[in-house]
């Protein structure tokens, strides 16, 4: 692997832009505040609506639920399951879907909000739920599947997780030394070659593997944003930077003149006072990396997942889910007074196509492919 690097900080040909989002549903379970996730749109019941998961109903939980959000009546559906889902993914049929849980891939067929696990893939043996689970993955446009997984002891120097690539029964892992907490993965271009954009939470880093669909071949990595740097981040845009700066899940799509745009959560660990979160949009072209929006969500810092939801004839909308993963409780045994109320929501704003490219009438592709059953 290459060692990582800066972007270049040199100019910055846009005014980064604040963007307020409102905070549309709060579950009134608590345990379903607890760790919502995996947010992308979908295809239920031949509608099109958002989807997610909660990857586990408290702290000493062992289940979790699918879930399905429709924006346009504010109605949930929950799917529970027998484990901790971490990441799902449409299929090419209808009401099914590929779900990453425990240490297995599987797909589940969802009918009367009841489904069914059946195991594609058993990770390799250093999976070893429940302190080594699968938490964030993608399906590539060749159709293989990627799954990060995290040390739940979130024990950075043993790196005893890891993120595996599986190519036609073929696996592969992609850091040979290990992670702690596998996320945001999305395939973008860089000089004509596919790479694998992912993110070691940890890290602080969002780093582009060239990757062949040809053979599943995975090359040495380059980092292409590094969340530690801070002089980078506040020449872009002063005061979005803090110690906590941590790259969680991420949205990807390409726009009709060809530009590719990135969305990273920021999951802001800090819990001495309660904050707004945030969301940072980029453009990656071609590894190029230009800091381009902030998405503020107020009332609940710790950002987990932001999707794109666009329907024909509407514009299309940015959304982001948050988690609570036991603030709450820790702002009150502090005795620190704070309006909770939004900790663990689900927020949205419209997406302004002059800042995003998304427009009403499309021309934008998704970065969210389904899997091919």
Same mark, same amino acid.
């Given at each position: 692997m290459s060692e990582p690097h800066s972007p270049d900080s040199g100019t910055v040909t846009m005014a980064v $832009?604040? $963007?307020?989002? =409102?905070? @549309?549903?709060?579950?009134?379970? %608590? $345990?379903? @505040?607890?760790? /919502? &996730?995996?947010?992308? +749109?979908?295809?239920? *019941? #031949?509608? /099109?609506? !958002?989807g997610g998961v909660h990857i586990q109903l408290g702290? &000493?939980?062992? +289940?979790? *639920?699918?879930w399905f959000f429709n924006p346009n009546t504010d109605d949930m559906t929950i799917v529970p399951m027998t484990g901790r889902p971490a990441w799902f993914r449409a299929t090419t049929q209808p009401n099914q879907y590929l779900v990453g849980m425990e240490n297995t891939v599987g797909l589940v067929a969802v009918q #009367?909000? =009841?489904?069914?696990?059946v195991v594609k893939h058993t !990770?390799?043996?250093?999976? =070893?739920? /429940?302190?080594? %689970?699968i938490n964030d993955g993608c399906v590539a446009p060749n159709n293989d599947i990627i799954c990060g997984c995290k040390d739940f002891d979130f024990d950075i120097a043993a790196r005893l997780a890891g993120t595996f690539c599986y190519h036609e029964g073929n696996v592969t892992e992609l850091e040979a030394s290990g992670e702690t907490c596998g996320n945001g993965n999305a395939f973008i271009s860089i000089d004509g070659v596919s790479h694998l954009l992912h993110i070691d939470t940890p890290t602080k880093l969002v780093r582009a593997y060239p990757y062949d669909f040809a053979t599943g071949a995975v090359g040495a990595a380059r980092s292409l944003i590094d969340f530690g740097n801070q002089a980078w981040f506040e020449a872009a845009c002063p005061g979005v930077w803090h110690e906590m700066l941590l790259p969680d899940g991420v949205c990807h799509w390409t726009t009709a003149d060809r530009r590719d745009k990135l969305v990273v959560a920021v999951f802001d660990a800090r819990s001495d006072a309660l904050r707004n979160g945030q969301a940072l949009q980029f453009d990656v072209t071609n590894g190029e990396v230009k800091l381009e929006v902030v998405y503020e969500i107020p009332g609940s810092p710790k950002v987990t997942h932001p999707a794109v939801f666009a329907t024909p004839g509407q514009r299309p909308q940015l959304w982001f889910t948050t988690a #609570? &993963?036991?603030?709450? &409780?820790?702002?009150?045994?502090? *005795?620190?007074?704070a309006d909770t109320t939004n900790v663990g929501g689900l927020f949205m704003c419209e997406a302004d196509p002059g800042l995003t490219g998304l427009h009403v009438d499309g021309g934008w592709t998704s970065g969210v492919i389904p899997y091919k059953v």
């Open positions: $832009v604040r $963007v307020s989002t =409102t905070c @549309r549903h709060v579950s009134s379970s %608590m $345990v379903q @505040r607890f760790l /919502p &996730e995996g947010l992308q +749109q979908v295809y239920y *019941n #031949d509608h /099109p609506i !958002l702290q &000493e939980a062992r +289940q979790g *639920n699918l #009367d909000a =009841t489904g069914t696990f !990770l390799p043996a250093k999976v =070893t739920s /429940p302190r080594i %689970m #609570d &993963e036991g603030l709450i &409780e820790t702002l009150a045994a502090a *005795n620190i007074q």
